[in-house]
């Protein structure tokens, strides 16, 4: 069931279009902050695995001298948003769903990083 599950999703992320236009400059402090306001902006889901990646860097910075530093001031808004698309579709269109499916497994949370698929193709 959850292999199902696991193609099904991949298979949709695939087809979900990377915007054409972007390049908004949108004020952020961290990068999940900055995926949650490209999902309201753009009215898209962001790839588990780059859920996951952005959780990943905001703790990257725990412990560091610019923790408490917005991350609009360290990285242009700009390249950080470029940043998110050129992984976002790399994950979209690279991504194997048997890794997927296993990962899921071994993550009982799993969910939380699953956006809620909400787009008409």
Known sequence: MLMKRAELYQEYMKEVPIPAQRGSVTPFTS??????????????????????????????????????????????????????????ETHRHTTSSHHIAKLWLSDPMHDA?????????
């Not at 860097?57 to 698309?85: M, N, Y």
């Not at 990083?113 to 193709?121: Q, S």
């Open 31 to 88: 990068w999940m902050g900055l995926g949650r306001l490209i999902k309201q902006l753009y009215g898209q889901p962001l790839h588990y695995l780059h859920n996951i990646l952005l959780k990943q860097w905001d703790q990257l910075r725990f412990g560091s001298e610019d923790k408490d530093t917005p991350l609009d001031i360290i990285v242009h808004p700009c390249k950080a948003e470029a940043t998110i698309w050129l992984i976002e």
């Open 113 to 121: 990083f699953v956006d809620p698929i909400f787009l008409e193709l």
